[in-house]
């Protein structure tokens, strides 16, 4: 077990950094992987002998970089915080999408687009980037709030509550999003049809600037989480008899989960199936301890979302396709394998 | 050593637990009998301080349940529970590991890693630690909840250790075992109190006997004193004959048939 999870992380970092060089090379404009080294190395201060091709400069600067960074984060953000809330809810279909996170985040997104507000100039600064970023995870915290205050009796949280709360959250976000599409023209309904299938084309260095704090500090604490996740397998009374302050743990790795969550809603649209298959990918390899499903469905989720989103640029260019239609396409097939293959298993 | 007084447990109006009043030494084996419904795990979740009496107070080593923080208690008593399901599909070892996570942050040390060795030979879990836990019998399952739970306290001098119904899904080997053990600990100094629901187990092994009928303490004494043919009659509403196991002088009870005169 300790060989194949060092192997497994080798892999993941290894394939990381290839997929990330095959990303930035590939478009519509090919950039020689060579090419690449030499001006990320120059940005380092390291290679100035060399001279780099301007346009190359250009449009690694512009376009490519902060595409593949924003994907790395929004990857690893998905990743991580879907293993937290599966562990959370003890239950291995658990996805931020169910209990209500992600339609909490795109219905506040959608009401900002929508509305317009005056700060908010065409998506187009910094400002306004963070406003979209905080709304999001203002509204994933407020459904995952609401989620949480239903379930509560005596003090504690029922999971099977909080799952049927977030069903009708969903619902209720669902329903407020259709309604608010009425009031939206057509360059914003294009807008939000497009984001609601999820898309890093959005990307740019303010968008990764604006997400940032969000992701790095769940991507930093969730690992630390990892033997409060294992001890809430065993259910809420054996965690806490094994001296686990249940609750304000439980609210810790809510909160952590929802604003990575709530960020990469607020610039890449509802990205499904990320959440849910890595975690799931990564424990039939290594086992269920969260000390290490925790870092490894991090760097999965960037790999994975990597690759999809080099796929969507390049499958039928120019024209892109939404991101979130490849992990569905992708993440299907496999999840219902697992499904079929582990029904015993995971005791649906 | 761990005093409860006057313990009064009540949900809504409904009360549970009526002025319940016990102590338990270290080096004492107390298992607690009594009809289904008679408070037998409402009891033991309010000394494990899960739940909280409306009035009494129970004292563990000379401070009351409630002002120890989560942690401190973890490192004093452990709780064996009746349901144990684990929802994702740990390994053997994983989860005995659990029962040392309040000993250690990051890595377990050596002595970690030994008491996990010891407690899993001593359930006889060795051949599965690698094995996944829910494919395991429900018997088997139990002896693995039983490895974890001594693990976490196994090191803890006079340590409290809280079973309910231990030996609910084990075969006769393994019910004799894990009393066995029950036993051992006590003889080491731990306080343990375990609900049962065979009354020849609990004549067997326990030093003391709390029987409760109706959420009330009915009596308390030696195996030997309480139980007689006239008190299971009075909780449980059953006749029996008592005998004698001629080498150890321990009384076996086998009930009389029940017939069945309304049908």
Redesign the interface.
């Known amino acids: 077990m300790v060989r194949k999870r060092l192997f497994l992380y080798v892999f993941l970092v290894a394939a990381l950094f290839i997929a990330a060089a095959f990303s930035m090379s590939l478009g519509a404009v090919k950039i020689p992987v060579r090419e690449i080294f030499l001006i990320l190395g120059k940005k380092a201060g390291l290679f100035t002998q060399y001279t780099v091709s301007e346009r190359f400069e250009g449009v690694l600067h512009i376009v490519r970089i902060p595409r593949v960074l924003l994907g790395l984060l929004v990857g690893a953000a998905l990743g991580i915080s879907g293993t937290a809330i599966q562990?959370i809810f003890?239950?291995?279909l658990a996805e931020p999408s169910l209990i209500g996170i992600s339609a909490g985040a795109s219905l506040m997104a959608v009401i900002i687009i929508v509305m317009e507000i005056s700060l908010f100039a065409g998506l187009s600064n910094l400002l306004g980037y963070y406003l979209l970023a905080f709304g999001a995870f203002a509204g994933a915290g407020l459904a995952a709030l609401l989620v949480y205050q239903i379930s509560r009796t005596e003090g504690k949280s029922n999971v099977a509550t909080m799952l049927l709360a977030g069903i009708a959250i969903n619902a209720l976000a669902g329903a407020l999003t259709g309604l608010i599409t009425f009031a939206a023209d057509d360059q914003q309904l294009r807008n939000i049809t497009f984001w609601m299938l999820g898309s890093l084309a959005g990307a740019t260095w303010e968008t990764v600037l604006s997400i940032l704090p969000f992701i790095l500090i769940p991507l930093a604490l969730l690992p630390r989480m990892g033997?409060a996740l294992?001890?809430?397998?065993?259910?809420e009374?054996?965690a806490?008899?094994?001296?686990?302050?249940v609750n304000s743990v439980k609210r810790n790795i809510v909160i952590l989960a929802t604003m990575a969550v709530g960020a990469s809603v607020a610039v890449s649209g509802i990205i499904g199936f990320v959440g849910l298959l890595v975690p799931h990918t990564i424990?039939l390899v290594i086992?269920?301890?969260h000390k290490h499903v925790l870092p490894a469905s991090a760097l999965l989720g960037a790999l994975m979302l990597t690759l999809a989103d080099l796929l969507c640029r390049t499958l039928i260019a120019p024209v892109e396709l939404p991101i979130g239609v490849i992990t569905a396409l992708l993440g299907t097939p496999l999840f219902l394998y697992i499904l079929i293959k582990d029904k015993?298993?995971?005791?649906l | 050593m761990l005093t409860a007084e006057t313990i009064t447990y009540q949900i809504g109006r409904r009360s549970l637990l009526k002025d319940i009043s016990f102590s338990v030494r270290p080096g004492e084996l107390l298992v607690i009998l009594g009809a289904n419904g008679a408070g037998k795990s409402t009891l033991l979740r309010n000394l494990s301080g899960e739940l909280k009496p409306l009035k009494g107070t129970i004292q563990l080593k000379g401070k009351t349940i409630s002002s120890y923080s989560t942690k401190e208690l973890a490192m004093l008593r452990a709780v064996m529970n009746q349901q144990n399901i684990v929802s994702l599909p740990f390994s053997v070892a994983e989860i005995v590991m659990m029962g040392r996570y309040p000993h250690y942050k990051n890595h377990p040390t050596e002595k970690d890693l030994q008491i996990v060795e010891e407690v899993t030979r001593l359930t006889g879990i060795s051949n599965m630690a690698e094995r996944s836990y829910p494919t395991l019998s429900g018997g088997e399952q139990q002896r693995v909840q039983l490895a974890r739970v001594l693990a976490q306290v196994w090191d803890i001098p006079n340590a409290l250790l809280l079973m309910d119904e231990p030996v609910a899904s084990l075969d006769i080997q393994y019910q004799q075992q894990t009393l066995a053990v029950a036993k051992d600990l006590a003889k080491r100094g731990f306080m343990v109190i375990s609900v049962l629901h065979d009354i020849n187990l609990a004549a067997q092994y326990a030093d003391r006997i709390l029987l409760l009928k109706n959420g009330r303490k009915w009596y308390d004494g030696s195996a030997a004193e309480i139980l007689t043919a006239k008190n299971l009659y009075e909780i449980f509403e059953i006749d029996s004959d008592v005998y004698t196991n001629p080498r150890t002088l321990k009384h076996f009870f086998i009930p009389k048939d029940v017939h069945l005169n309304s049908i």
Do not use: E, I, M, W
């Open positions: 562990g003890r239950n291995p033997k294992n001890t809430f397998a065993l259910g009374v054996p806490s008899q094994l001296g686990l302050k424990r086992g269920v301890d015993k298993k995971f005791a």
